[in-house]
C-alpha cells in the first residue's frame, strides 16, 4: 500500500510570496487564501475571454483577504481601466473580507460589474468598500448573474451606472444584505430580479 500525501491548504502573502493578486492567484489551489499586504494594488492587465481588463480573475476554492481586516489597508485601484475582480462557474463560495474596490470600471458592450463582475458565482464580501466603481450598462460595484451574493458589514461610495444598479445589480441570484452602507450612488443604489433581496440593518442614503 502506498500513501499518496495530498495537497495542504496554505496562505499565499502577496507581494512576499506572489508579486501580485493574480500570480497568487494562479498558483493557488482550492482551499488557499490569498492574503494582500497593507497597500495598492493597481495592475489592472489581466484579460479574460473578452479582451476586459482585470486586477484580477478568480479561481474556484480561493479566498482572498486583506491581511488587517481593515479594508483602508488593502485597496485594489483599477484606475477606471477595468473592473477590480471576476469570477465565473464557481461551485463553492468565494469569501472576500477586509479589502477596498477602488476606480472599478465596466465599459459596453461587456458593461456590468465594475468593481466585480460574477457569473454562476457564489461571492460572499465582509467588510469591504466600493469606492468610485461604475458600469455603463448595470451594477456600478457588484454585479452578479446566476449565482448568489452575500454582503456583510459594507460600505458602498459614490458608485454609479448609466442603467441600473449603481451599488449592486443582481439577476436570477439570491441575495442577503447586512450591515451595510449605500452613500451617495449615482442612480438607484440596488437592482434585483427574479427574487427578493434579504436586507438587514442597511443604510441607503445621500
Not at 122 to 140: I, L, M, N, T
Not at 177 to 197: D, G, M, V
Request: aromatic content about 8%.
Amino acid at each position: 500500500l502506498v500513501l499518496v500525501p495530498t495537497a495542504q491548504a496554505r496562505d499565499w502573502l502577496v507581494p512576499t510570496q506572489a508579486p501580485t493578486i493574480q500570480a497568487a492567484v494562479d498558483s493557488a489551489i482550492s482551499g488557499d487564501v490569498v492574503v494582500l499586504a497593507p497597500g495598492t494594488y493597481d495592475d489592472c492587465t489581466n484579460l479574460n475571454s473578452n479582451n476586459v481588463a482585470h486586477i484580477a480573475i478568480l479561481r474556484n476554492g480561493i479566498t482572498l483577504r486583506g491581511e488587517t481586516g481593515n479594508p483602508d489597508h488593502v485597496i485594489l485601484d483599477a484606475g477606471w481601466q477595468g473592473r477590480c475582480l471576476e469570477m465565473r462557474g464557481f461551485a463553492d463560495t468565494t469569501r472576500i473580507t477586509g479589502v477596498t474596490f477602488r476606480r472599478g470600471k465596466a465599459s459596453n458592450p461587456f458593461g456590468s460589474g465594475g468593481g466585480v463582475f460574477a457569473y454562476d458565482a457564489k461571492p460572499y464580501f465582509k467588510d469591504c468598500v466600493f469606492d468610485s466603481c461604475s458600469a455603463e450598462f448595470a451594477g456600478g460595484g457588484i454585479n452578479v448573474l446566476a449565482g448568489e451574493l452575500t454582503v456583510e458589514n459594507c460600505v458602498f461610495t459614490d458608485c454609479g451606472t448609466d442603467n441600473i444598479g449603481a451599488g449592486i445589480r443582481v439577476s436570477t441570484s439570491p441575495i442577503a444584505i447586512t450591515s451595510s452602507t449605500f452613500f451617495r450612488s449615482r442612480a438607484p443604489a440596488l437592482q434585483y430580479a427574479n427574487e427578493a433581496p434579504v436586507i438587514r440593518q442597511t443604510i441607503f442614503t445621500g
